[in-house]
């Protein structure tokens, strides 16, 4: 870690809100990621157009964007940011979706937070749409990949992590 302390703990171990105050306006951006395995059945389903709820897909995309603008409501420490783009992709791999959810902004923190909540905000729903063909869906490899802006510059995930 580069950094070993907890920016959400004060000196006395209370949970606390960081001052951004004093950190330049830059342009952020993150990118997470999220898998959902499934049966074969149900993949063929997905990317044929053929799910008895409508387009998985598109329901679950909107799904993550709003959840991006809304992850300072879910996460009690996350300030508000104001998102200057949002983006949900899919991708069929092996036996199941890859699922990527890419947040920006023009601000002083960044949009981890905001791109994680997007992903597993879409990967839920996707679960959710599927659940009556496939109770034995797994929501799996929730992490985030990539992150850049601001003070700590570029931040790539290493593949073997």
Not at 7 to 29: I, Q, S, W
Not at 45 to 68: I, N, S, T, W
Not at 110 to 139: I, P
């Amino acid at each position: 870690m580069d950094d070993q302390r907890l920016t959400h703990v004060d000196e006395n171990g209370a949970a606390r809100m960081v001052d951004v105050g004093d950190k330049l306006v830059t342009h952020r951006r993150a990118v997470a990621g999220a898998i959902v395995h499934m049966r074969a059945e149900t993949l063929a389903m997905l990317v044929q157009g053929r799910a008895p709820k409508g387009d998985v897909f598109a329901v679950a995309r909107v799904a993550g964007l709003m959840a991006a603008k809304r992850t300072s409501d879910l996460i009690p420490l996350c300030h508000q940011l104001a998102i200057t783009h949002a983006a949900i992709d899919f991708e069929p791999s092996g036996d199941g979706v890859q699922i990527s959810a890419t947040v920006e902004t023009n601000d002083v923190t960044g949009v981890e937070m905001e791109a994680l909540t997007a992903a597993s905000v879409t990967a839920l729903t996707l679960y959710d749409m599927c659940k009556a063909v496939d109770r034995g869906m797994v929501v799996d490899g929730l992490r985030l990949l990539r992150k850049e802006g601001g003070r700590s510059g570029l931040w790539v995930r290493d593949e073997d992590e």
